[in-house]
């Protein structure tokens, strides 16, 4: 039931990956949040680490397509709780998307001539 054994692979091996998912995911998030920075950053930076250094062996594994189905899902609550936030009257916010559309039409034309 070791979950580096890719042919012992079972259900509790799953729940054991994503035990662990959750509890990185939760440390980092914590050390993010004493730095004063945003939770899901820390959340997201657990991903990453996890997703890079493959330290849970999933790929065409039984699970996977589920694993990948819960990532999916959890990107698109991610954006919809984003969306949620938004302020869209904040006078910052309008500022920031007028400038930040501005700069990404420039360096359009800037790569487009080059």
Not at 7 to 24: E, H, K, M, R, W
Not at 37 to 48: D, I, N
Not at 57 to 68: C, Q, S
Not at 99 to 111: C, E, K, P, T
Request: charge should be negative.
């Amino acid at each position: 039931m070791a979950i580096d054994d890719p042919n012992n692979y079972s259900l509790g091996s799953f729940f054991l990956a994503l035990a662990s998912i959750f509890v990185v995911g939760k440390v980092i998030s914590s050390i993010f949040v004493k730095f004063r920075q945003p939770e899901v950053l820390g959340e997201l930076t657990a991903g990453v680490i996890l997703g890079s250094l493959a330290l849970i062996p999933l790929l065409n594994e039984p699970g996977y397509h589920v694993f990948h189905l819960l990532a999916e899902v959890g990107v698109a609550i991610l954006l919809f709780e984003i969306g949620l936030e938004t302020d869209l009257d904040d006078e910052s916010f309008r500022s920031d998307l007028e400038r930040d559309s501005a700069h990404s039409s420039l360096v359009n034309q800037v790569i487009k001539n080059v």
